[in-house]
């Protein structure tokens, strides 16, 4: 009997409507999928602590110009050190967000921005009201829950690198990993670096945390580990990598996964509002 097939793809949550290139790889997999059977899998590192993933890039449907739009944060320590499942969002932020985001968009008659292209069937809330809808606490909550109301992952699985029982189904990281450690009363992503933990100011500068404990199901892989780490709980036997992972990933580790390009797409970089 042949297995079932397990297509995965993997992303940091990529804006609060969807960098272009996540799109792509979404498409490849349904695309695959139609071809071949089995299941999806997208394999959410939200545990990345980068708020910069985040940025939101669109334009002024009026004037052109490119707008970079991005969450805040409560504090300086949780948005450079706090992983994206625990940066919180100030209350007033998506008031300020709702504010702006008419420029972006083509209204109807009814001042709601409408959706571009078919996203589900019987789907036909505007992006503004999906944007409106979601309420979620957390930056990556907030992803997560505009990509499911738009319809992108309908018939998807998702697994999240900060899911606690996805960590301990894990296999064992001895090194070149991260930890969620509590420091100044926050929760960071502190890298283990030779034996001890600690969070990078940048320009080879480093804060040293004092030691503690670390269970299993506070730590998540490392970039160069990324792969196998998640691997050992999804075990996909395709997998639709983007043009970074190409400049890290070895396959040649993993003879029993095929590794797909995702298909190309223009302005891959922007936030997914648009056909053109």
Known sequence: MIPESTICFGQQPCGFFPKRFLVAKINTAKKLRDEIGGKIVFFYHDSDADYRETITVMRDKTTYAEVRLNFTQENKLQKKFSPLYLKRIPADWKEEILKQLPRFFTLSSGNTAVLPLPLGEGRDEGLIEIF?????????????????????????????????????????????????????????????????????????????????????????????????????????????????????????????????????????????????
């Not at 480093?206 to 999804?234: C, H």
């Not at 396959?251 to 298909?263: A, C, G, L, N, Y």
């Open 132 to 276: 409106k809808s979601t309420n979620q606490k957390f930056a990556a909550d907030f992803c997560l829950e505009m990509y499911r109301k738009m319809g992108l992952l309908d018939g998807i699985e998702v697994l999240r690198s900060s899911d606690k029982d996805f960590r301990n189904k894990a296999i064992d990281l001895a090194e070149d990993y991260f930890a969620d450690v509590k420091y100044q009363g926050e929760t960071v992503r502190a890298q283990m670096i030779d034996g001890g933990l600690k969070l990078h100011e940048g320009g080879g500068k480093y804060i040293t945390l004092p030691n503690q404990p670390i269970a299993k199901s506070q730590i998540s892989a490392a970039r160069d580990q990324r792969f196998a780490w998640m691997q050992s709980v999804i075990n996909c036997t395709h997998y639709i990598y983007g043009e970074g992972e190409k400049e890290y990933l070895n396959v040649s580790q993993f003879p029993d996964v095929k590794f797909i390009d995702r298909e190309k797409i223009d302005q891959a970089d922007y936030a997914w509002i648009s056909n053109n």
